[in-house]
C-alpha cells in the first residue's frame, strides 16, 4: 500500500526545508541576494533534482506564469514508496493535489507564500540575468555583509555542469557550514550544494530551463489538472 499523501508532505516539507537551511537548524550563509539586478519573465519553466546525504530524492517539474505557479513533485525515500503531488497557486486559490486519493486542497492564495512557491525559491532568488561574475560576486557580498552567520563568499573556479558553463560561488558560515553555487554565463542557477557544521549535505540541479516558454492557462486549472477531483475546500474553514 501507498503511504498516505499527508505523511508524504510532511516528509517532503522537511526535506525543503532542509535545503533552504531551516527546520533542522542547518545553518544558511546567506540571505536572499537584493534582486537589484536580474529580473525573471513572467513565463518560464524548469526542472529540478534534489537529492541528500540521507538518500533522499525529490524530483520537481516547475512552471511560473504571470503571478500563477505550478510545481509537480515526486518524492523518493529509501525507506518508503514513492509519492507524487501537484501543488498548484493560480492567481487566487492554492491547491494541493493528491494523486493517489485524487483529492484537492483548496485554500486562499493570500494565506502566504504558497507551497508551489516554496519549492522555486532558490531557482527565482538566486537569478541574476546578463551580467558578469564579479556583479553577482558583489550583490552576494552585500548579502553576506548582513548576515551574522555568512563570513565570506568568492569564486572559486568555473565548471560546465550539464552543458552550461557557469562559476562556482562559495558562501562560508562561521559555524563550518558552506553552500556552493553554479550560477551559468547567463545568470541561471543550475546547481546548488549545501553543507551544514555536521556535514549533512543536499544539493539541487536544475534542467530543461525555458525561459519566456508559452505555457497553457490549463496548466494552473485545478478542473482541467484532475477532471472530477474531490475538492476539500479549507477557504470555509
Same mark, same amino acid.
Given at each position: 500500500?501507498? *503511504? ?23 545553518? &544558511? ?25 540521507? %538518500? ?8 511560473? +506564469?504571470?503571478? +500563477? ?11 518508503? %514508496?514513492?509519492? #507524487?503531488?501537484?501543488? /498548484? ?11 493517489? !486519493?485524487?483529492?484537492?486542497? *483548496? ?7 504558497? #507551497? ?8 527565482? &532568488? ?6 558578469? %561574475?564579479?556583479?553577482?560576486?558583489? !550583490?552576494? &557580498? ?12 568568492? /569564486? ?26 553554479? /550560477? ?6 543550475? *546547481? ?26 490549463? *496548466? ?10 474531490? /475538492?476539500?475546500?479549507?477557504? &470555509?474553514?
Amino acid at each position: 500500500m501507498k *503511504k498516505s499523501f499527508i505523511s508524504g508532505l510532511m516528509v517532503a516539507l522537511i526535506v525543503v526545508g532542509t535545503a533552504m537551511g531551516c527546520g533542522n537548524g542547518a545553518a &544558511e550563509p546567506t540571505p536572499t541576494p537584493t534582486k537589484e539586478i536580474g529580473e525573471l519573465p513572467e513565463t518560464y519553466q524548469y526542472s529540478m533534482e534534489w537529492s541528500d546525504s540521507n %538518500e533522499v530524492s525529490v524530483s520537481l517539474d516547475v512552471w511560473g +506564469k504571470g503571478g +500563477k505557479s505550478r510545481v509537480d513533485m515526486s518524492m523518493t525515500d529509501p525507506s518508503e %514508496e514513492t509519492n #507524487l503531488a501537484i501543488f /498548484i497557486d493560480d492567481g487566487e486559490f492554492q491547491w494541493i493535489y493528491d494523486q493517489y !486519493e485524487n483529492i484537492a486542497t *483548496k485554500y486562499q492564495s493570500d494565506a502566504g507564500m504558497s #507551497l508551489a512557491d516554496s519549492y522555486t525559491w532558490w531557482f527565482v &532568488e538566486y537569478y541574476f540575468g546578463d551580467v558578469s %561574475e564579479e556583479t553577482i560576486l558583489a !550583490e552576494m &557580498e552585500l548579502a553576506c555583509d548582513i548576515d551574522a552567520l555568512c563570513s565570506s563568499v568568492a /569564486i572559486t573556479g568555473h565548471e560546465s555542469i550539464g552543458g552550461q558553463s557557469c562559476t562556482k560561488f562559495t558562501s562560508s558560515a562561521y559555524d563550518g557550514a558552506t553552500i556552493i553555487y553554479w /550560477i551559468s554565463n547567463s545568470g541561471l542557477l543550475i *546547481k546548488v550544494e549545501a553543507t551544514d557544521a555536521a556535514g549533512y549535505s543536499v544539493a539541487m540541479e536544475y534542467t530543461n530551463i525555458d525561459l519566456n516558454s508559452s505555457i497553457s492557462d490549463d *496548466k494552473f486549472d485545478i478542473d482541467k489538472v484532475a477532471p472530477g477531483v474531490e /475538492i476539500i475546500d479549507m477557504t &470555509e474553514a
